[in-house]
């Protein structure tokens, strides 16, 4: 198993004049699951082909523990770069790339049967790879006998049949239903635990994200946005693209202007509360941007900080209603548990005031710690 460090790396297709990734710094443990999240377009991937070999950045460095995977650019900097198959990683795609003709046992055996393992070693891996997955009764079966969440695991356990040290995974899910993808996904980290491989996992799907990673690294444009736990985002988001693309429903803004104690929202007032109040000092009479998430609202029938809304719309989600209100001209959602909704048109929501998000309007970074 190998810890990552990634230094300075950038990635441009156009001789620098843009880049995929721009100067990334990232530091990943030595068994840890590292999700990197993000939307499309946004370097994750790139990322990971850099780690894996398959693309050669143009700056910076990479190391697996203390050897030198890839070492670019740079005067006097000496360039190092050891080829894919020399890395001990294991990949797997969103496409399974199963050998048709080659039954699952086959398939798990192919890459040890090439490096030469003896027998007695392969079978002794496959079984035990195969047991763990649950695919034990599928060893003599070929990839078309198959469902989609069979094959997955089948691509999963050909990979780590290899006793890899770096474990990479691309959008592994994305061809499954939404139960099998469930399933899966529990399955993957309960093995990933076992077997202690530092894991990189590639997604743009927040849900797969927040329950599986040790650590999320979120991107855009090529850059980290922020890096932490799924609570330290999802609790603390660095700025404002972090709060609205963790979340579902996303985090509600308001733009507002501090007036004395209180954050004026126009149509709804609130009074800062005693651990905001230093953050928010430098913005007397300025615009900040309030964040509350869905889940942070209260029905109340009357506070001091009670926001006066209209419903619009109800979505029942079982447990839960996802009610759609208007606050003045803007369109609210909040969550609400219990078995019945409210009946009234008109609302008074009470924000939970422990857990505000505020953000400066004009670089969206957060104010309050």
Same mark, same amino acid.
């Given at each position: 198993?190998?810890? *990552?460090?990634?230094?300075?790396?950038?990635?441009?297709?156009?001789?620098?004049?843009?880049?995929?990734?721009?100067?990334?710094?990232?530091?990943?443990?030595?068994?840890?699951?590292?999700?990197?999240?993000?939307?499309?377009?946004?370097?994750?991937?790139?990322?990971?082909?850099?780690?894996?070999?398959?693309?050669?950045?143009?700056?910076?460095?990479?190391?697996?523990?203390?050897?030198?995977?890839?070492?670019?650019?740079?005067?006097?900097?000496?360039?190092?770069?050891?080829?894919? $198959?020399?890395?001990?990683?294991?990949?797997?795609?969103?496409?399974?790339?199963?050998?048709?003709?080659?039954?699952?046992?086959?398939?798990?055996?192919?890459?040890?049967?090439?490096?030469?393992?003896?027998?007695?070693?392969?079978?002794?891996?496959?079984?035990?790879?195969?047991?763990?997955?649950?695919?034990?009764?599928?060893?003599?079966?070929?990839?078309?006998?198959?469902?989609?969440?069979?094959?997955?695991?089948?691509?999963?356990?050909?990979?780590?049949?290899?006793?890899?040290?770096?474990?990479?995974?691309? @959008?592994?899910?994305?061809?499954?239903?939404?139960?099998?993808?469930?399933?899966?996904?529990? @399955?993957?980290?309960?093995?990933? @635990?076992?077997?202690?491989?530092?894991?990189?996992?590639?997604?743009?799907?927040?849900?797969?994200?927040?329950?599986?990673?040790?650590?999320?690294?979120?991107?855009?444009?090529?850059?980290?946005?922020?890096?932490?736990?799924?609570?330290?985002?999802?609790?603390?988001?660095?700025?404002?693209?972090?709060?609205?693309?963790?979340?579902?429903?996303? *985090?509600?803004?308001?733009?507002?202007?501090?007036?004395?104690?209180?954050?004026?929202?126009?149509?709804?007032?609130?009074?800062?509360?005693?651990?905001?109040?230093?953050?928010?000092?430098?913005?007397?009479?300025?615009?900040?941007?309030?964040? *509350?998430?869905?889940?942070?609202?209260?029905?109340?029938?009357?506070?001091?900080?009670?926001?006066?809304?209209?419903?619009?719309? *109800?979505?029942?989600?079982?447990?839960?209603?996802?009610?759609?209100?208007?606050?003045?001209?803007?369109?609210?959602?909040?969550?609400?548990?219990?078995?019945?909704?409210?009946? @009234? $048109?008109?609302?008074?929501?009470?924000?939970?005031?422990?857990?505000?998000?505020?953000?400066?309007?004009?670089?969206?970074?957060?104010?309050?710690?």
């Amino acid at each position: 198993m190998a810890s *990552i460090t990634i230094k300075d790396m950038s990635v441009s297709y156009n001789k620098g004049k843009s880049y995929v990734l721009d100067k990334l710094n990232l530091e990943i443990k030595d068994g840890e699951f590292c999700v990197f999240l993000g939307p499309s377009g946004c370097g994750k991937s790139t990322a990971m082909h850099c780690i894996a070999g398959l693309l050669h950045p143009m700056n910076g460095e990479i190391r697996f523990g203390d050897a030198v995977m890839t070492a670019a650019g740079g005067k006097g900097k000496d360039k190092t770069f050891v080829p894919p $198959q020399e890395r001990n990683i294991a990949m797997v795609f969103q496409e399974y790339a199963l050998y048709p003709n080659m039954t699952v046992r086959e398939n798990m055996s192919f890459a040890l049967k090439t490096k030469k393992a003896p027998k007695e070693e392969i079978d002794k891996r496959v079984d035990y790879m195969a047991k763990m997955l649950s695919i034990e009764q599928l060893l003599d079966r070929k990839p078309a006998e198959l469902s989609g969440g069979q094959r997955q695991r089948v691509a999963l356990g050909r990979a780590l049949v290899r006793d890899p040290q770096v474990f990479l995974l691309d @959008e592994p899910l994305g061809n499954l239903d939404a139960k099998l993808r469930d399933q899966v996904r529990y @399955e993957l980290k309960k093995i990933q @635990e076992k077997l202690g491989i530092t894991t990189i996992y590639v997604t743009h799907d927040q849900t797969e994200a927040m329950t599986m990673a040790d650590h999320i690294v979120l991107m855009r444009d090529g850059h980290i946005m922020q890096q932490g736990t799924p609570n330290d985002l999802y609790d603390h988001p660095a700025n404002e693209f972090v709060a609205g693309f963790l979340g579902t429903p996303q *985090i509600n803004i308001f733009p507002c202007t501090v007036k004395g104690d209180v954050l004026d929202g126009g149509s709804f007032q609130l009074k800062i509360p005693e651990h905001l109040k230093k953050c928010l000092a430098s913005y007397a009479g300025k615009k900040v941007d309030l964040g *509350i998430r869905p889940s942070d609202f209260e029905l109340t029938g009357d506070s001091a900080n009670a926001i006066r809304a209209h419903v619009d719309s *109800i979505e029942p989600l079982g447990d839960a209603y996802l009610i759609y209100v208007r606050v003045g001209e803007k369109v609210v959602v909040f969550k609400c548990a219990g078995e019945t909704a409210p009946k @009234e $048109q008109e609302l008074l929501l009470t924000p939970n005031m422990a857990k505000l998000h505020l953000f400066d309007p004009e670089t969206e970074k957060r104010i309050n710690e």
